[in-house]
């Protein structure tokens, strides 16, 4: 498998996971029925066409946006920590410290910091680790030939 191809099914599976977060929040809180998401997806536009169909405004969409975007980078975060603990970069302890620093603010400030951007301010990795971490986490989404 190529490096653009492996690229492109982690930027899908991405987006996807957006899209499905959006529409799992969206119905947490009480935004949108099941009904109404379903009806959104089958129709391929969503959420553009819960905006057309008046079931959610423009501040809300970008609301589940964020949230679903912090979700999501939240997951990618934990499967990163896991890989840093499991190769022996960084302690557990210091990475569950690190991701309550990332979800107080964003509870905060609504802005999301990720791990790594944490681990390189405190000092715990190095660019160097980061890009040894990223490739091991690239070799992980590749498939078998």
């Not at 536009?45 to 949230?67: I, Y």
């Amino acid at each position: 498998m190529s490096a653009s191809s492996a690229s492109d099914r982690l930027r899908a599976t991405h987006q996807e996971s957006l899209q499905e977060q959006i529409g799992e929040i969206g119905v947490e809180a009480g935004l949108l029925t099941h009904a109404q998401l379903e009806a959104a997806r089958q129709e391929g536009l969503f959420p553009q066409n819960l905006l057309r169909d008046g079931v959610l405004d423009r501040t809300q969409v970008a609301d589940l946006r964020r949230a679903a975007a912090f979700r999501v980078a939240r997951n990618e975060d934990k499967a990163l920590g896991s890989l840093m603990a499991g190769h022996g970069y960084v302690p557990e302890s210091m990475i569950r410290a690190a991701l309550l620093v990332q979800r107080q603010t964003f509870e905060e400030s609504s802005r999301l910091v990720r791990l790594s951007e944490l681990m390189l301010r405190s000092g715990t990795l190095t660019q160097g680790h980061l890009v040894a971490l990223h490739k091991l986490r690239k070799l992980a989404f590749q498939t078998p030939k």
